[in-house]
């Protein structure tokens, strides 16, 4: 029963450097999400999926790309890669989309550091 | 506007005394609520939902929290810390109707629990 799961679990950057995030659930979620945590912060969303082939900007999308090719996975992508986007991401996922009243699962996260 | 306020950044108790983590949210729907528990590296784990049923919801571990539309807030109770309640809180609300179905995340409340 694996849920979400994230890799790497860590890794570090030199700026400018790119790299992707990968994300996969395994509960048939239509809805997946990636948001960063940053100290004080809360959590803040970076983008989302309604489903395969869908996606959408959350509140801080500048730096990162996303894609939906199939249900399963939700890959995070940064381009060239800022000390500011130092973080710790989580991707999320949930059954159903209008209908927000489904909790969210998450993954172990994704503890980034670019140099 | 939705927004989240969590009006106690670090709450300390003593074991087998009364936790009390504060909420206060704005909607501009007809919100959903939860409180989400955060174990050190580790994502997020729903620990109860509000949405428009009773309005004393009962999660797991023994926390409970009341809506009350009146005050706009959805506190975090436990009547007795245990010392593996030691953790960061967020409370969320959700644009229940909206058809974004996003979510507004609490800055978060770290809990310490002393022996």
């Known amino acids: 029963n694996a849920g979400v799961t994230q890799t790497p679990k860590f890794q570090v950057l030199k700026t400018g450097q790119s790299m992707t995030l990968q994300c996969a659930q395994d509960m048939n979620h239509e809805y997946m999400s990636w948001y960063r945590q940053d100290p004080g912060m809360g959590l803040r969303l970076i983008h989302y999926s309604v489903g395969a082939g869908i996606t959408d900007q959350g509140e801080v999308p500048n730096g990162y790309n996303v894609s939906r090719s199939t249900t399963e996975d939700f890959p995070l992508r940064l381009l060239s890669a800022a000390p500011s986007q130092t973080s710790v991401y989580f991707c999320a996922s949930s059954t159903g989309t209008v209908n927000s009243n489904q909790p969210q699962h998450f993954g172990d996260g994704t503890r980034l550091s670019i140099l | ?115």
């Not at chain 2, 109860?48 to 009350?68: D, M, P």
Request: proline share 4%; glycine share 6%.
């Open chain 2, 1 to 115: 506007a939705q927004s989240v306020t969590q009006l106690d950044s670090h709450v300390s108790v003593s074991e087998g005394t009364p936790v009390l983590l504060r909420c206060n949210y704005s909607s501009s729907y007809s919100p959903s609520l939860f409180w989400y528990v955060q174990h050190p590296n580790k994502g997020l784990q729903l620990l109860l939902k509000y949405t428009s049923a009773a309005t004393l919801v009962k999660g797991i571990n023994g926390f409970e929290a009341e809506f009350k539309k009146s005050e706009t807030s959805f506190h975090l109770t436990k009547p007795s810390a245990h010392m593996s309640d030691a953790a960061e809180y967020f409370c969320v609300v959700s644009e229940r109707g909206s058809t974004l179905g996003r979510l507004y995340f609490g800055r978060g409340t770290q809990l310490t629990v002393w022996p």
